[in-house]
């Protein structure tokens, strides 16, 4: 059973950091890109970070660039999102989604994790 699980989201304070987890099981992660998105109440899910199946190749919503990182571990079957100098505005819940390639369009991503809860806050 293909299955993703996201981990490692909480509360933490503005300027704080947290990492991500999205491990697979049921397939190799190595064959895929992985996406991780994003989505805060009464907003629309958008995509925060990607990384390649193919050369690692990465990409990164504007607003989170220098502050957030995406990488994998294929022996592991998982990828991570270190996210740093939070800020209020990153709160949501982020869910990581597998596709053959980086796309910038949220539907081309098939798997899709349950998602884990980051909200940051004094």
């Known amino acids: 059973q293909v299955q993703l699980v996201e981990s490692g989201g909480g509360l933490v304070q503005p300027g704080g950091s947290l990492r991500l987890s999205c491990e697979a099981s049921?397939?190799?992660?190595?064959?895929?890109?992985i996406g991780w998105f994003r989505q805060a109440p009464g907003k629309e899910r958008e995509g925060v970070s990607c990384?390649?199946?193919?050369?690692?190749?990465?990409y990164y919503l504007d607003s989170v660039k220098g502050r957030f990182t995406i990488s994998r571990d294929n022996a592991k079957n998982t990828v991570y999102l270190q996210m740093n100098s939070l800020k209020p505005e990153d709160t949501a819940v982020y869910y990581c989604?597998?596709?053959?390639?980086?796309?910038?369009?949220?539907?081309?991503?098939?798997?899709w994790g349950q998602g884990t809860q980051v909200t940051v806050s004094s």
């Open positions: 989604a597998t596709n053959y390639y980086c796309s910038a369009y949220e539907a081309d991503f098939e798997s």
């Open positions: 049921g397939f190799t992660l190595d064959y895929y890109a």
């Open positions: 990384i390649s199946s193919s050369d690692g190749s990465t």
